[in-house]
């Protein structure tokens, strides 16, 4: 039954209809940008539980996007210096970079990199080694006392006598074997191995252990670092100019004193595993510049197969140490680059554990699906790919770019450079998600927004200016993510994207493992302010056209805009060139205040626990369902909302066009439809809702160019509250 009520208040005040486009959105990231002053590692308390922004002043002047998006930066105590401890430079937080900064030389490691020969290493499942108590972090180093401090930060540290890392200092002509059977050699005067507390120095050309007074190591667990001196009577800093360094990690054998062996086969609990190469002991190699591969271990890899080191290295300039200089290298072979492809770190909010998580189940389940993440610790990567051009005025825009099931984050969409370099350039940001096959639900989400909140500390980045795509699973991230907060995106790209979070669901009727809540489907019409380009294959059987028409026939029969593309081919190649992709991703801005506004309320997507809270849209806030298995569906509801305040028209679709044309070597077919410009009409103070299980929603009456006197026009399936923000002013329908 449809309940209408139509009310105008007892008053006729009027206020000036002022055009509010900022409220509530010119803070979109700009508060983000203003938390980089405050960064610093260790600069805020850490926060598990989070809260939605607040209403300011009465009027629901909430920002777009989840809460998580504007929470302040965590505690991470892997990246601080402890007080009162001789370190006192900030973290590079860039990876495969190395930098002089104050007096101390850095070297930044990429994280989950730990992998060894062959890239096929796994670690014994004792939950002491985390499955990644290799993982260097960062290596530091500097003068002290005329010899040298050196600290070691590792990813998981929970039992420090473990794990081990083999420091090679100085160089010779040839390399020399590392001692304790580590597998590997390098060229060094001295090898400097640290395991827990103890220290051995090692003559590199004889082998022999050398007794070192002076030399000791001490092992902070809270910050997982290990720091190691090693006296002048090894290196003496006042005299020495240029240090060749090297490093290694890997696990130590406490029963023979020697490192831990990895065998062929599965690993067992305290014996690591080798799932096809074998080769050195060593997990992690530090100094890897101009690294690849998908966890940029691939150079790694090959050197631990064969033992041959030499490679990684840095020649450590101690004369810069010495007079405190501070030199970035930017852009340097071995530097913090300043453009171009950068892979990141930063400090989540959640660390479910240590290292690396349980491997999931392989199978799907109903989203929000319980799982332990992969990628379980605080710190997380992501790529980004920063454009050749400085930013403007305005501040970079902000391209998502997702991958796919199975994949990483150097392994989104392979278009970044376009993406980047368009129009006036944007960043394109693709976050790990946590987990291989997450589908962007819980932490896989949040992570989204956690990276994006990062890349907003360090870059200036225009709030109106952001576009989301990805690929396969990615596809689904963009369908997803664009439904749960349009008023984020001006624009969306799901290539061959599920539309579902699973592969292989034919479509409706059939029943999806993932739950009608994470249907693509249901959602669809939020999409009304934001055009579409989705790129399918017609033999797709992962992400099967069957599905993918459906919702397209939903974007046809609501009038929407899109470009749908059905490409010849299977679940394979990204279909859209690069350069296709940038061009329909443009320059379009978010519009933050439509004249209509539709949005589906989905509950189940709203997970309070990764601060992915969405109560509100555009001008529209406090959403609320009325019946959490109303009519719609599970936990859905919708609510349509057109303000006559703007004096424009609903924009009539146009006529769809067929389309068809190759993206390089692929033919596709499709269909276009695009909106004719809005027909001017004569502003009147009157607001049109249609709300189906929806028991609650705000009206925010300056952003849609309304006055509290407002004459509300409701249709409802049910009772409802209609709240007109700083107007004092209820509307309810019995």
Known sequence: MHRSNSTKAPFPSRRGRRLILGLAWGGLLGSVVAFSAAASAGAATRHRALRAPRLAAGIASVRPGPAILYAPPPRAPQLENAPGSPWHARPILVSGASAYRIGEFLYQDYLFDDRGAGSTYTYPTDPRYAGDAADLVEFRLKPYHSGLLIRLTYNAMIDPSLVASTIALGDSTVAYSLPFAAGAKEPAQFFVTVHGTTVVVTDAATGQQLGVPGAAASVDLTR???????????????????????????????ANNQYLQPVPGAATATQPGANGT??????????????????RDANQAAALTTGDLSQFYANVDVAKLRAGVTDNMF?????????????????????????????PPTTYCHEPCPRVPDYASQLQPYALYVPDQPAPASGYGMTLNLHYCGGNYNQGPPDDQALADRATGSVVLTPEGRIPCGWYWSEGGADVFEAWADVARHFKLDPTYNAISGWSMGGYGTYKLLAQYPDLFARALPDIGCV???????GEPFPSISGPDAEILNLVPSYRNVPILSANANADTLCVTSSQLEVFARLYSLGYR???????GGHGPYYPTAQESADFLGDAKVNPNPPRVTWVLDQAMNEPTWG?????????????????????????????????GFGVANPRPNPPQTTHGTSGQYVYTGQVRTWQSPRGVPPTDELDLSLANIGAVTVNVRRAQLDCGVRVHVRSDGPAVIRLAGCGRTVSVP
Not at 240 to 251: H, K, P, Q, Y
Not at 617 to 642: I, K, S
């Open 562 to 568: 899109y470009d749908w593309r059905e490409y010849t």
């Open 500 to 506: 579902s979070a699973e592969t292989g669901w034919p």
């Open 224 to 254: 997982r670092q290990v720091q190691v001196f090693v006296p002048s009577s090894v290196v003496n800093t006042d005299t020495t100019s240029v240090l060749r360094v090297a490093s290694a990690s890997g696990l130590w054998d406490t």
């Open 612 to 644: 992915l809270t969405s109560h509100h849209v555009y001008w529209l806030a406090g959403v609320q369902l009325r019946d959490p298995t109303g009519p719609e569906g599970p936990e859905l509801g919708t609510v349509d909302a057109f303000s006559h």
């Open 331 to 359: 852009d340097q072979a071995d530097g913090v680059p300043t453009h171009g492809y950068e892979d990141r770190i930063y400090a989540s909010h959640f660390e479910d554990a240590q290292g690396r998580g349980p491997q």
């Open 278 to 295: 074998t080769g050195s002991a060593l997990f992690n190699v530090a100094f890897r510049f101009g690294e690849t591969g998908a966890w």
